[in-house]
């Protein structure tokens, strides 16, 4: 059974063997797939069209997805690996060990942002940003610049204290749950945090960072918290809404898995607490 761990707990082999996944689908060209998937959804999902991947009630069955199919790939090189999560409220600073030279590497220097350390640096010529926003080919980091903060555990509570799922219009203009927990509304959780890592986070080809994957585990984590929390609550809307993913309607790109089959990730995986 998949246990995704906080990554301030992981051993330095759990580290060394999801880093050398990481590489081997980056590698055989499976990783950049995924970053285009994203991207895609992106830039074709909007307030007032078709929305499923962002800015929509299925953001979060969406990346649930998203991110299981992810860790299938990884664990297809090395079926001991799980996707670790990482708990920006706690390993806030720049300091901490995410982003030491034996996992993520560091920010990027100030002169164009480039990543000059750890596995993902383009200097190690491991790994070339092919799906790009512009012209340059190595990955961007600006950690925290501009002195911005990420969320706080007081943050959190107040979003995860909201009782409703998600409400109309169903979009980013939005109250209830889903909106805040994904940042256009109110306190901004998972947005600020891709704006905090910055460089090709804070953009639509975000997955170029391996941290994605650690923000949308920790998103997940976040959304099983609210579940416990309001066990009358659930997904909203149930059915006959335009442009959104109803509660019992498939979603694209996948076609065969709908919010519903979504909600429980337990028989996929399940947290170290
Ligand atoms: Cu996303």
Do not use: C
């Not at 099983?224 to 442009?243: I, V």
Request: proline letters at 7%; glycine letters at 8%; hydrophobic letters at 35%.
């Amino acid at each position: 059974m998949t246990v995704r761990k906080n990554q301030a707990s992981l051993t330095a082999g759990e580290k060394r063997r999801f880093v050398a996944a990481l590489l081997e689908l980056k590698r055989s060209g499976r990783y950049d797939a995924f970053v285009s998937t994203h991207n895609d959804f992106i830039v074709s999902d909007t307030d007032h069209g078709p929305r499923t991947g962002h800015r929509s009630p299925s953001f979060l069955p969406w990346h649930r997805r998203f991110l299981l199919e992810f860790e299938r790939a990884l664990q297809s090189v090395d079926a001991s690996v799980a996707l670790p999560y990482w708990d920006w409220t706690t390993d806030s600073s720049v300091r901490s060990s995410l982003w030491a030279p034996d996992f993520l590497g560091g920010s990027g220097r100030s002169r164009d942002g480039r990543v000059t350390d750890g596995p993902f640096a383009a200097s190690t010529g491991n790994w070339p940003i092919a799906v790009r926003v512009d012209e340059r080919t190595y990955l961007r980091r600006a950690l925290g610049a501009g002195g911005l903060r990420l969320p706080t555990r007081a943050d959190v509570e107040s979003v995860l204290s909201m009782p409703t799922y998600d409400m109309p219009p169903w979009n980013s203009g939005s109250d209830g749950f889903r909106n805040h927990l994904e940042g256009w509304r109110g306190v901004n959780l998972h947005n600020r945090v891709h704006v905090w890592v910055g460089g090709h986070m804070a953009t639509g080809a975000s997955p170029n960072d391996p941290v994605f994957w650690l923000h949308h585990a920790y998103i997940d984590k976040l959304w099983s918290e609210w579940q416990r929390r309001h066990p009358g609550s659930g997904y909203l809307p149930a059915t006959g809404t335009p442009d959104v993913v109803d509660l019992d309607e498939t979603m694209r790109p996948w076609h065969d898995t709908t919010p519903a089959a979504l909600l429980d990730h337990t028989p996929h995986y399940t947290f170290d607490a």
